[in-house]
């Protein structure tokens, strides 16, 4: 047995998981399109793809004689993400495959740090944490890949907003729901696991499930409508993602991939682009602020179409001075305080007096209260944001104390 499967937690009841094993199910090998060699799919579209690093998962295939795999749900430049059958458990698990190359795996030992913990705490942000139920490694034609097994989940609300949300947002209601339960995992992690996520954003918040039996449609279609797929070599199948539509589930936190352990602080580049935190971009060292930071750029996203920042230039080049002026235009400029805190990275952009050198202009009537146009009382969000979104990390709340926010409290 893999030194990498160490850790597993229940996820039924122990009288289905003593019950005889299931027998894999034999998936259709016709009636299906097959995709042209010569466009494109799926991870292909990656700029940097390389096939061979990625593990050739067939659908059907049965990993670690326990898990067999029944739909794609999606991938990324290090992974493929796959819905797949418990046959031991008799339940679903989420299987993500990582390419061969991968030689950090945060992920994989922040998840047993919290283990223990997960299994005590009283909490209630343990419900909103995606568990990880197992994790091995397999071999494929090109090295070893690290298989994680995750708690199932729907789908991302990243991807549910652009699927299913034609005005490009979520009601107040919803967001509200949402933005409260992802405060309950983060409160959680930093509180009492003492980590720091740094990549919260709504593609790493999942539409959890309150019964796995909805995922039972997305196996079943692959034997009434088998999925389309590019056949790219004999041992290797590209197969195209599936979705359904999403019901009503808790709200989880996943992806620890880029977490740290500690308060810190600690050093170096993190958050996606448009959600870095000011103190990331400034190169100052960071701790638990820069998720309260996302928080708020995420409820932004999540309640309409357009990122609050694009720290984009005129020419829609990614600039830091782009990206600062956007900050300077929408929360005001930077207390000189802030700005003594890394004098050498401080006079990229502005003199010793705190005054603007101009390398990006400053947009104009750039406010929130302009930029928010979708609610009729948008005060207390606003009010809400004005406490997430400031320059000095230390000036923003604890995601406890913004669970008693007015915000969550007004109709």
């Known amino acids: 047995m893999s030194a990498w499967r160490n850790l597993a937690f229940p996820f039924r009841s122990a009288s289905l998981e003593s019950a005889a ?13 097959l995709i042209d060699p010569s466009v494109k799919v799926e991870e292909e579209e990656l700029p940097d793809y390389v096939a061979e690093r990625f593990y050739p ?13 029944v739909a794609k749900l999606g991938f990324g430049s290090s992974s493929t993400i796959w819905l797949a059958r418990d046959l031991k458990n008799h339940h ?51 090295g070893k890949h690290v298989v994680l097994a995750f708690q199932p989940a729907q789908m991302s609300l990243r991807d549910m907003k652009l699927i299913f949300q034609k005005d490009g947002g979520f009601n107040e209601t919803f967001v509200k729901g949402a933005v409260q339960e992802l405060l309950k995992a983060l409160d959680l992690l930093h509180d009492e696991a003492h980590i720091v996520h740094t990549d919260v954003h709504p593609g790493n918040l999942l539409l959890g499930l309150n019964d796995d039996s909805a995922l039972r449609p997305l196996e079943e279609q692959q034997f009434s409508s088998p999925v389309s797929r590019k056949k790219v070599a004999d041992n290797r199948v590209i197969y195209l993602s599936q979705l359904i539509r999403p019901k009503p589930g808790p709200m989880l936190l996943s992806d620890l991939g880029e977490a740290r352990s500690g308060p810190g602080p600690h050093a170096g580049d993190i958050m996606p682009i448009q959600y ?18 996302s928080v708020g750029l995420t409820a932004w996203d999540l309640l309409g179409p357009k990122h609050l920042f694009t720290a984009e230039d005129e020419d829609g080049d990614m600039y830091d001075a782009a990206h600062l002026a956007e900050f300077i235009a929408t929360i005001g400029p930077p207390p000189l305080d802030f700005l003594k805190r890394n004098p050498e990275r401080a006079a990229d952009f502005w003199d010793e007096q705190g005054n603007w050198l101009g390398l990006a202009p400053i947009p104009m009537n750039r406010t ?18 004005r406490r997430v979104l400031t320059w ?17 409290r007004s109709d």
């Open 21 to 33: 094993p299931e027998k894999p199910r034999s998936f259709p090998t016709t009636g299906f399109k």
């Open 57 to 69: 998962v067939r659908l059907g295939e049965v990993i670690q004689d326990q898990y067999q795999t």
């Open 92 to 142: 679903y698990v989420s299987l993500k495959f990582y390419v061969h190359t991968s030689r950090f795996h945060r992920e994989h030992g922040l998840h047993r740090e919290m283990a223990t913990m997960l299994r005590k705490t009283a909490n209630p942000g343990r419900n909103n944490i995606r568990e990880l139920l197992d994790s091995f490694e397999i071999d494929g034609p090109c």
């Open 276 to 293: 870095r935190a000011p103190e990331v971009i400034m190169c100052l060292k960071w701790s638990y602020a820069v998720d309260i930071w």
């Open 368 to 385: 929130l209260e302009r930029l928010e146009d979708r609610l009729e009382d948008n005060s207390r969000f606003l009010s809400f944001l």
């Open 392 to 408: 000095v990390p230390e000036k923003r709340p604890t995601a406890r104390e913004l669970l008693q926010d007015p915000w969550f």
